[in-house]
């Protein structure tokens, strides 16, 4: 039964729905690479463990230095607050902290098992997904607290892993077309502001500078609104096509626009906006598939 206990603390704090955050960015950046030749199904493999490896890093990294602010959270969702195995005592801080070396240190690995065979900038891209998570969480930036933490989490899941995926497709940084930007960096700030909106009580006791303390939730919600049209404009505008469900999403959660920490209006509202930014990515993907 303990073995059992401690097999599912693990997958709680791992949090592993939250994989899609860092699989769709690197398919994305394989499928804009790969559209005019055949898919590498072990390059593909080896992106998919760096993804699920950098995302375990990043997850216990982030639970580790926000251990005394999740403790405070009361409002805290399934898309927010840490995983909350610290703060019930499920897992010990030491042992969060070298679970989150190991897999910095399984994702470097794979990076140099793709340095090998010719991808000499892989361990590059690594060492960046390294640096916008100690620049995230730890001193002396931190800038999770001191304000900016949504745009590191965008330029980490809207330049960095695409870009990543299409290096590793075409063996090469000089074609990508950068225009992709001006859709996915913000439906990304978009969806990084979205899950700090349940936390903004515990996080303005904790001085963050987030966008929901600094503009309050109302504010916080239009900027959202506003970022996902704006990228689902340049969706239209690039010749991507209207991607529908995308703006039914969107268009949906005004139903919520009112829902505040701690109810499940704001839940919805974060749940349609959550997958908006996910149906843009997948849309992206079978444009570049099909």
């Known amino acids: 039964m303990n ?9 709680q704090a791992s949090r592993l729905p939250s994989q899609l955050y860092i699989f769709l960015p690197l398919v994305l950046g394989q499928a804009i690479g790969y559209q005019e030749s055949e898919w590498n199904i072990t390059n593909l493999i080896q992106l998919t463990l760096y993804g699920i490896f950098i995302q375990l890093f990043i997850i216990y990294a982030n639970d580790y230095a926000d251990q005394e602010t999740d403790s405070l959270n009361e409002t805290y969702t399934i898309f927010s607050g840490g995983s909350r195995v610290l703060v019930e005592g499920k897992i010990k801080p030491s042992h969060i902290r070298y679970a989150s070396y190991f897999m910095a240190l399984l994702s470097f690995l794979i990076t140099l098992s793709l340095a090998y065979q010719g991808y000499l900038l892989s361990p590059i891209f690594w060492f960046l997904g390294i640096l916008l998570l100690w620049m995230y969480s730890y001193p002396p930036f931190k800038l999770s607290y001191r304000g900016g933490g ?3 989490q965008a330029i980490g899941l809207g330049i960095v892993l695409p870009f990543f995926g299409f290096y590793i497709a075409t063996g090469t940084i000089s074609s990508y077309p950068w225009e992709i930007l001006t859709i996915l960096l913000p439906t990304q700030i978009a969806c990084a502001i ?3 909106l349940p936390d903004q009580i515990s996080d303005r006791i904790s001085l963050k500078k987030t966008f929901s303390v600094l503009y309050g939730n109302i504010y916080a919600k239009l900027i959202i609104l506003a970022l996902q049209c704006v990228a689902l404009f340049f969706c239209f505008y690039l010749e991507f096509g209207i991607f529908y469900i995308a703006w039914f999403l969107v268009s949906i959660s005004i139903i919520w626009l009112d829902g505040i920490p701690g109810t499940k209006r704001l839940n919805f509202f974060i749940f349609f906006q959550l997958f908006a930014t996910l149906s843009i990515e997948s849309q992206l993907i079978l444009h570049y598939l099909i």
């Open 150 to 152: 949504e745009f590191l």
């Open 194 to 196: 979205t899950t700090s």
């Open 3 to 11: 073995f059992i206990r401690t097999i599912l603390n693990w997958i």
